[in-house]
């Protein structure tokens, strides 16, 4: 019972390096999104998807990009990586495409990304 | 926008006391309301939630009711364990059900 497993659990990188944080869920959810908490602020929506071929931004979405060709992986994407991208950053699911803010996210366990 | 608001912590009680962290919400028409919780080296996950106005969420002990009138959700438990020692998080979501928005966290520490 995988769940939602994103990779790399821990990553530092230097300013201007890119890298993808993966996000995989076995368990046939539509919706899947990113977020990232920072201390203090709790957690922060920063793109979503309901669906294969659909993504949206949430509330912080400037120097990340997604994609979703398939149901299962959600990539969350830096092209240049910047100090304040240093992080915690969480994918979580949902069963429901639409509406799915009002059911169950699971959550994975967390990528902690130093950007120097 | 919507926005939530939470106590700051740590929270620090010895096992068996109450439990009360306050929680408060600002949002345009009728969010639903959660709270999760998020162990040591762990994801979030969903602890308890509520619907509409007056619903009662309760879970493993802790109980929260939404009340539309001072727009708070705040969270109890009668027995606090160690085992709850943990960060929650309020949140709620919006109108269209494709976004949560989350409270600020606040630590509890449970002694022995």
């Known amino acids: 019972n995988a769940g939602v497993t994103q990779t790399p659990k821990f990553q530092v990188l230097k300013t201007g390096q890119s890298m993808t944080l993966q996000c995989a869920q076995d368990?046939?959810?539509?919706?899947m999104s990113w977020y990232r908490q920072d201390p203090g602020m709790g957690l922060r929506l920063i793109h979503y998807s309901v669906g294969a071929g659909i993504t949206d931004q949430g509330e912080v979405p400037n120097g990340y990009n997604v994609s979703r060709s398939t149901t299962e992986d959600f990539p969350l994407r830096l092209l240049s990586a910047a100090p304040s991208q240093t992080s915690v950053y969480f994918c979580a699911s949902s069963y429901e495409g639409q509406g799915a803010g009002n059911r169950e996210l699971f959550f994975g366990e967390g990528s902690r990304l130093t950007v120097l | 926008g919507n926005s939530v608001t939470q106590m700051e912590g740590p929270v620090t009680l010895s096992e068996e006391a109450f439990l009360t962290i306050n929680c408060t919400y600002t949002a345009t028409g009728y969010p639903s309301l959660f709270w999760y919780v998020q162990y040591p080296g762990e994801g979030l996950q969903l602890l308890l939630k509520a619907t509409k106005a007056d619903d009662k969420g309760s879970n493993k002990g802790f109980e929260a009711t939404y009340r539309k009138e001072t727009t708070s959700f705040h969270l109890e438990k009668g027995s606090v364990q160690v085992s709850d020692s943990a960060v929650y998080f309020c949140?709620?979501?919006?109108?269209?059900?494709?976004?949560?928005?989350f409270g600020g966290g606040t630590r509890l520490m449970v002694k022995p």
């Open positions: 949140a709620l979501s919006n109108n269209a059900g494709n976004m949560l928005t």
């Open positions: 368990m046939n959810h539509e919706y």
